[in-house]
């Protein structure tokens, strides 16, 4: 039987063409809210690599800011992972294999919030990275609790500057990774909404705004996670087992938006890697959000119903792979104010990156939390769209009704709700209060058979989808007659029928 990767086990391990990240115990210098799939084979990555270029020195504390996480997991590594990188180099197969070392462990906010404290007041501390999907930096009203942890993520946050604050330390630079707009001037607001709140002071506040600093990003890299058909022989190949396995893209870009002062707090570009510096991210993230990643919300939940699981199926397929390029190349192409040409290069790099052999990109990994992603992946090219061409997209129009009929479902004893499709059940995640409002008004259409009705009560919830979607010309009627069409057609024939348009 394979011993599980631990740190003891790292000068036993010589598989080849592994690479092993520097063995040293630097100081913790960053805390990372977010220990899922995209940090590790991101920032952690960047920051392994970084310490392996002597640029930082420095190890990163994570925080599981859920109940439910991997932290078990990785303490049972000793924070250790092996991160696989796989895609086209110079039209040739390439691939990367790594064990990230840089990760001290994982703490949890609703056990280890002491710990997570102490981490917070550490003279070491430099950097906070999140990534908490883009329903994650929010405000939501909620008590100040000072010894235990608060609930959304800015509200934990305010609570871990101010102890910061009271023990005179110096500010930190805060880097969200949250596919936002203005993703760090909004945590800032939010904090900021919270230490009002709490009336935790103006000093505090000050503090804040004069000795914290907030980047506002933009990250590129397709990760599929856990490589779960391939892990057991992955493990055989490596010579150890590994259950935190990791795989992505070759590819990699971060946009950072902010005084290049701080580059000496972030030197991963003096590292080596692919890191722009600039004082406006709108031109870069516009292209990449609408194109990269309103290409996967627009298409994804539809081709899941459909019977796909992968990415590269769903593109190379005749009916989806059709449906994917009508939403890149005639509805997101002329909402993206650039030069023809580098948007065409751009949206051809992102089918052949779709096309990935290597990626293994999951389907249902990228469905969650599929409603905050609509509103900001998908819904600002169906605006844009319909207001240069007094008409709506097709496809992006149709992405509503799929991401409707994805979230329609069940729920078991455990709270856990799942949907159904010919191969089976498969889980619907997302905050709970807004798959159970979608369900009940499924129930009630089921009784009544009002497409339109349903419709303009789920369009109407603005804390959904930040604006009324009824007040978008002909929406309403458009979402009901494709949502009907799923309905009686079934998912392929409704989408066969809509090309056909």
């Given at each position: 039987?394979?011993?599980?990767?631990?740190?003891?086990?790292?000068?036993?391990?010589?598989?080849?063409?592994?690479?092993?990240?520097?063995?040293?115990?630097?100081?913790?210098?960053?805390?990372?809210?977010?220990?899922?799939?995209?940090?590790?084979?991101?920032?952690?990555?960047?920051?392994?690599?970084?310490?392996?270029?002597?640029?930082?020195?420095?190890?990163?504390?994570?925080?599981?800011?859920?109940?439910?996480?991997?932290?078990?997991?990785?303490?049972?590594?000793?924070?250790?992972?092996?991160?696989?990188?796989?895609?086209?180099?110079?039209?040739?197969?390439?691939?990367?294999?790594?064990?990230?070392?840089?990760?001290?462990?994982?703490?949890?906010?609703?056990?280890?919030?002491?710990?997570?404290?102490?981490?917070?007041?550490?003279?070491?501390?430099?950097?906070?990275?999140?990534?908490?999907?883009e329903a994650g930096i929010e405000y939501k009203p909620e008590p100040y609790t000072p010894g235990k942890t608060q609930v959304t993520y800015p509200a934990k946050l305010t609570s871990l500057l101010f102890e910061r604050f009271k023990a005179g330390q110096k500010g930190l630079v805060l880097v969200p990774?949250?596919?936002?707009?203005?993703?760090?001037?909004?945590?800032?607001?939010?904090?900021?909404?919270?230490?009002?709140?709490?009336?935790?002071?103006?000093?505090?506040?000050?503090?804040?705004?004069?000795?914290?600093?907030?980047?506002?990003?933009?990250?590129?890299?397709?990760?599929?996670?856990?490589?779960?058909?391939?892990?057991?022989?992955?493990?055989?190949?490596?010579?150890?087992?590994?259950?935190?396995?990791?795989?992505?893209?070759?590819?990699?870009?971060?946009?950072?938006?902010?005084?290049?002062?701080?580059?000496?707090?972030?030197?991963?570009?003096?590292?080596?890697?692919?890191?722009?510096?600039?004082?406006?991210?709108?031109?870069?993230?516009?292209?990449?959000?609408?194109?990269?990643?309103?290409?996967?919300?627009?298409?994804?939940?539809?081709?899941?119903?459909?019977?796909?699981?992968?990415?590269?199926?769903?593109?190379?397929?005749?009916?989806?792979?059709?449906?994917?390029?009508?939403?890149?190349?005639?509805?997101?192409?002329?909402?993206?104010?650039?030069?023809?040409?580098?948007?065409?290069?751009?949206?051809?790099?992102?089918?052949?990156?779709?096309?990935?052999?290597?990626?293994?990109?999951?389907?249902?990994?990228?469905?969650?939390?599929?409603?905050?992603?609509?509103?900001?992946?998908?819904?600002?090219?169906?605006?844009?769209?319909?207001?240069?061409?007094?008409?709506?997209?097709?496809?992006?129009?149709?992405?509503?009704?799929?991401?409707?009929?994805?979230?329609?479902?069940?729920?078991?004893?455990?709270?856990?709700?799942?949907?159904?499709?010919?191969?089976?059940?498969?889980?619907?995640?997302?905050?709970?209060?807004?798959?159970?409002?979608?369900?009940?008004?499924?129930?009630?259409?089921?009784?009544?058979?009002?497409?339109?009705?349903?419709?303009?009560?789920?369009?109407?919830?603005?804390?959904?989808?930040?604006?009324?979607?009824?007040?978008?010309?002909?929406?309403?009627?458009?979402?009901?007659?494709?949502?009907?069409?799923?309905?009686?057609?079934?998912?392929?024939?409704?989408?066969?029928?809509?090309?056909?348009?």
């Amino acid at each position: 039987m394979m011993e599980t990767l631990n740190r003891k086990l790292l000068p036993s391990i010589h598989t080849p063409g592994l690479e092993i990240g520097p063995q040293k115990e630097y100081p913790v210098k960053v805390m990372q809210f977010g220990e899922g799939n995209f940090l590790r084979a991101f920032i952690d990555w960047m920051i392994d690599k970084s310490n392996e270029a002597g640029k930082f020195n420095g190890m990163v504390q994570l925080v599981q800011p859920l109940p439910q996480g991997t932290a078990d997991l990785i303490n049972a590594q000793d924070g250790l992972y092996t991160l696989i990188l796989r895609g086209m180099e110079n039209g040739a197969p390439a691939e990367y294999k790594r064990i990230i070392t840089c990760v001290k462990g994982c703490l949890k906010t609703d056990s280890d919030w002491e710990a997570i404290v102490k981490c917070a007041v550490s003279p070491d501390l430099q950097l906070v990275f999140s990534n908490t999907t883009e329903a994650g930096i929010e405000y939501k009203p909620e008590p100040y609790t000072p010894g235990k942890t608060q609930v959304t993520y800015p509200a934990k946050l305010t609570s871990l500057l101010f102890e910061r604050f009271k023990a005179g330390q110096k500010g930190l630079v805060l880097v969200p990774c949250e596919l936002i707009d203005k993703n760090g001037s909004t945590l800032r607001d939010c904090i900021l909404r919270y230490a009002a709140d709490w009336k935790l002071g103006a000093g505090f506040e000050n503090y804040v705004k004069e000795e914290c600093a907030f980047m506002n990003t933009l990250v590129d890299r397709i990760v599929a996670g856990y490589p779960r058909n391939e892990a057991a022989d992955w493990c055989n190949k490596l010579g150890y087992q590994d259950n935190l396995i990791d795989c992505g893209e070759i590819f990699h870009l971060f946009v950072i938006e902010g005084d290049e002062k701080y580059r000496a707090v972030i030197p991963f570009a003096e590292a080596g890697l692919h890191v722009v510096w600039t004082k406006n991210q709108t031109p870069y993230r516009s292209r990449k959000v609408r194109f990269l990643n309103g290409g996967h919300t627009s298409s994804v939940l539809a081709a899941y119903q459909a019977g796909f699981d992968f990415v590269d199926q769903m593109t190379g397929d005749k009916l989806f792979g059709k449906y994917l390029r009508t939403a890149l190349f005639e509805e997101v192409f002329p909402t993206v104010q650039l030069p023809d040409d580098e948007k065409k290069a751009f949206a051809e790099s992102i089918i052949e990156r779709f096309l990935n052999p290597f990626a293994n990109h999951q389907l249902i990994s990228i469905s969650l939390n599929s409603i905050s992603k609509w509103q900001v992946r998908v819904l600002p090219s169906l605006i844009d769209y319909e207001k240069i061409n007094g008409k709506l997209p097709k496809v992006l129009a149709f992405s509503f009704a799929a991401l409707l009929s994805f979230y329609r479902g069940t729920v078991d004893a455990a709270g856990n709700w799942s949907g159904k499709r010919a191969a089976g059940a498969y889980p619907i995640r997302d905050d709970a209060e807004k798959i159970a409002f979608l369900n009940a008004e499924f129930d009630r259409l089921k009784q009544s058979g009002d497409y339109e009705a349903f419709i303009r009560t789920v369009m109407a919830r603005t804390d959904f989808w930040g604006m009324d979607l009824n007040t978008i010309p002909g929406f309403t009627a458009r979402a009901a007659a494709d949502l009907r069409s799923i309905d009686e057609l079934g998912i392929t024939p409704a989408v066969e029928k809509l090309l056909e348009k």
